[in-house]
């Protein structure tokens, strides 16, 4: 059956509201500031599953609570995991829709990077509305923003999944992050705070495919998180053949705006980029990406193209893939090479998501991409 046209409101969140909102609603509800302090106490520290655990909150406050919140974690469809322990979670939303969390286990990150965090990469939308053309979250189109609890719960559900905390997280996921600017503001808040999950700031980084005027938003919030820019190509000509957002904001743009949020956070920010065989992979675009970078001290990841049934774009072989990174690294870049793990399950993002949808009947197969994606992973 087919989703509704509308679909029916998020209820309530527990996960929705910050110390702040918590606060406030206790002083409406006529009620001491500290409890605000012992309800979020319960829900990030204690990891409580329900209102009755919150034994110091009085019967009466913790009804009025069940009736004004709910709390439930997201629910998984899927949990799919590769030979190398890179997982896949598709959970499943209020309204139906489904998301994609990518947990990467420790030293499994980037070739050469010997930290020992489990990374989780999280979505902020359901769908894309950006149409990068080597992508597979965007096939089906936008569908929705994800709320703060969405948000904040992928990493509280992996927790609960896994038993083992996350301490790195990347919006690298479903959607653009920048897009969905308010949501994603105050679950940086809840993530990064002490009375909250408490990630370090610095361990969690936003990705944009190039939104300039939110880059410039969220430089001047308190919070010194980690800004990578999607780039996947070093000129206009090339980022305006598979990123239309480069129409909007071309390259001259994106760079005022990357310089007013170093100007704001005095940190090394990171390029991806996406390796895709015969459109961005040449030494021409490596030499003009590395004068790039030089001149925002900006280093680069690099990622194999991760192939999407039904997309025409192919990896470039390992030797090419070996000599992009080498010119950039002999030009004084600082620049990685992504092993990437996953690539038995469906790493690309969106794909888990759109066959699962379409197998459903949740979405139609609207386009001859979408078909193909479907069809031809099956």
């Known amino acids: 059956m087919a989703a509704p046209s509308t679909p029916p409101p998020a209820p309530k969140s527990v996960f929705d509201l910050t110390l702040d909102d918590w606060i406030g609603w206790a002083d409406y509800h006529g009620h001491p500031k500290f409890r605000a302090k012992q309800i979020v106490q319960w829900l990030y520290e204690k990891r409580v599953s329900s209102f009755d655990e919150m034994t110091n909150l009085s019967q009466d406050l913790r009804a009025r609570l069940a009736d004004a919140f709910e709390f439930t974690l997201l629910p998984h469809v899927r949990v799919t995991g590769s030979t190398d322990t890179t997982q896949k979670f598709l959970f499943r939303l209020h309204d139906g829709r489904l998301i994609e969390t990518v947990r990467i286990p420790a030293n499994a990150n980037f070739h050469g990077d010997r930290s020992n965090r489990i990374t989780l990469c999280v979505s902020s939308q359901v769908g894309c509305a950006y149409d990068c053309k080597f992508c597979a979250s965007g096939l089906a189109g936008f569908t929705r923003n994800l709320t703060v609890a969405e948000i904040v719960g992928q990493v509280l559900s992996v927790e609960k999944e896994s038993g083992e905390p996350i301490r790195?997280?990347?919006?690298?996921?479903?959607?653009?992050?920048?897009?969905?600017?308010?949501?994603?503001?105050?679950?940086?808040?809840?993530?990064?705070?002490?009375?909250?999950?408490?990630?370090?700031?610095?361990?969690?980084?936003?990705?944009?495919?190039?939104l300039a005027p939110q880059i410039e938003k969220l430089a001047k919030i308190p919070m010194q998180v980690r800004l990578a820019i999607s780039l996947h190509?070093?000129?206009?000509?090339?980022?305006?053949?598979?990123?239309?957002?480069?129409?909007?904001?071309?390259?001259?743009?994106?760079?005022?705006?990357?310089?007013?949020?170093?100007?704001?956070?005095?940190?090394m920010i990171t390029f991806e980029y996406i390796l895709i065989e015969g459109i961005n992979?040449?030494?021409?675009?490596?030499?003009?990406?590395?004068?790039?970078?030089?001149?925002l001290h900006a280093k680069v990841n690099l990622i194999p193209y991760n192939t999407v049934e039904g997309l025409p774009w192919k990896r470039p072989d390992e030797a090419q893939q070996e000599a992009f990174v080498n010119f950039l690294t002999n030009a004084g870049i600082?620049?990685?090479?992504?092993?990437?793990?996953?690539?038995?399950?469906?790493?690309?993002?969106?794909?888990?998501?759109?066959?699962?949808?379409?197998?459903?009947?949740?979405?139609?197969?609207?386009?001859?991409?979408?078909?193909?994606?479907?069809?031809?992973?099956?």
């Open 168 to 210: 790195n997280i990347v919006f690298m996921g479903m959607g653009e992050p920048l897009a969905n600017l308010t949501n994603l503001t105050k679950a940086l808040e809840i993530l990064n705070s002490d009375w909250g999950i408490n990630i370090g700031a610095r361990h969690m980084t936003v990705s944009t495919s190039g």
């Open 233 to 267: 190509g070093a000129t206009d000509e090339v980022r305006n053949q598979i990123m239309p957002v480069n129409q909007r904001y071309n390259l001259n743009r994106l760079f005022e705006a990357i310089q007013t949020w170093q100007d704001h956070k005095k940190q």
């Open 281 to 295: 992979d040449s030494l021409e675009q490596a030499e003009v990406l590395a004068k790039r970078a030089k001149s």
């Open 334 to 378: 600082s620049a990685t090479l992504r092993r990437e793990k996953g690539h038995d399950i469906e790493a690309a993002c969106g794909q888990l998501r759109l066959q699962e949808e379409t197998a459903e009947g949740i979405i139609e197969r609207s386009t001859p991409e979408v078909k193909r994606s479907i069809s031809n992973s099956r």
